[in-house]
């Protein structure tokens, strides 16, 4: 049988970075989760009946994200419960944060790569899963220091 695993992020770098683990979903019964943008449209093409989306929002518009994002939360709570992973996958950003949360308090496994961009500073999105993470990866070695009870992987492109 196999696992169940939710693979999450906002869309952009972050969404490249996840789908460089596309090899995983041959491996598990998947499910990914992005924000919902014209240029991952394709991916519900791609991967019929295992993506679904969140709204798009950006810090950059500060008044529309204090109402998208808490949409979003609530979104993810349904998401959550209408997928059950054991398994959550992230590289971030905001939009994976709410759900690695709800996933944390409801048993589900929480796996979290941090973004390849970050060589010597946390990510937000890292500081905030960090915590919670039962397997938190790394892609530079000098993010070690950052993170001491992370792992280092290499980069994943």
């Known amino acids: 049988m196999k696992h169940k695993v939710l693979f999450i992020s906002s869309t952009g770098g972050h969404l490249n970075e996840l ?3 596309k090899a ?4 598990t019964d998947f499910h990914l989760i992005t924000e919902k943008t014209k240029s991952n449209m ?3 093409e791609q991967y019929p009946g295992r993506v679904d ?6 810090k950059d518009h500060l008044l529309a994200y204090c109402f998208k994002f808490p949409y979003n939360i609530l979104k993810s709570f349904c998401f959550w419960l209408k997928l ?40 937000l999105s890292g500081k905030l ?27 994943v492109y």
């Not at 989306?53 to 950006?58: D, M, R, T």
């Not at 992230?90 to 060589?119: D, Q, R, W």
């Not at 892609?139 to 980069?155: F, I, R």
């Open 42 to 44: 394709k991916l519900k």
């Open 84 to 123: 059950r992973p054991e398994f959550i996958v992230s590289t971030g950003a905001h939009t994976a944060v709410p759900m690695c949360y709800i996933g944390k308090l409801f048993g589900s496994k929480i796996i979290y790569l941090e973004t390849f961009a970050n060589i010597k500073t946390k990510s």
């Open 24 to 27: 995983l979903f041959d491996d």
């Open 19 to 21: 789908l460089q683990l």
């Open 53 to 58: 989306y969140l709204v798009y929002g950006s």
């Open 129 to 155: 899963v960090y915590p919670i993470a039962d397997l938190f990866l790394v892609q530079w070695e000098s993010m070690l220091e950052c993170y001491p009870k992370a792992v280092y992987v290499g980069g």
